[in-house]
């Protein structure tokens, strides 16, 4: 299995981004997927995800903020991040739950 995040950068607090993720290799319609963190000095942690079923659920950082999206047809995963803070600094990842191999990631920074 195989991912590729993309759309990582440079934003101002409380602006947007969006990260997209494209996954080969992967029976990925019937997965769960996810987006991950890791901000500076802290473990990898699990922000959001989307059931096979198209269910969400978000971690209580990013709850409001962040939406989980995927499209089953060109076996992407995307996540659209407004009101960006500092503290969302990090870079991210996109994997299944449980997870495969780790893509590179795409870095966030939110400042000023």
């Known amino acids: 299995v195989q991912v590729a995040e993309t759309g990582g950068g440079l934003a101002q607090p409380g602006g947007s981004l969006t990260l997209s993720c494209t996954v080969s290799g992967s029976p990925f319609s019937v997965a769960t997927w996810g987006w991950y963190r890791r901000a500076p000095g802290k473990p990898r942690e699990v922000i959001a995800h989307?059931?096979?079923?198209?269910?969400?659920h978000y971690a209580g950082a990013v709850k409001g903020r962040f939406t989980i999206s995927k499209d089953n047809a060109k076996n992407m995963v995307f996540l659209q991040m407004n009101n960006l803070a500092p503290e969302d600094t990090a870079v991210y990842y996109c994997n299944s739950l449980p997870p495969y191999d780790w893509g590179q990631g795409t870095q966030v920074t939110i400042s000023s």
């Open positions: 989307i059931t096979n079923a198209g269910t969400t």
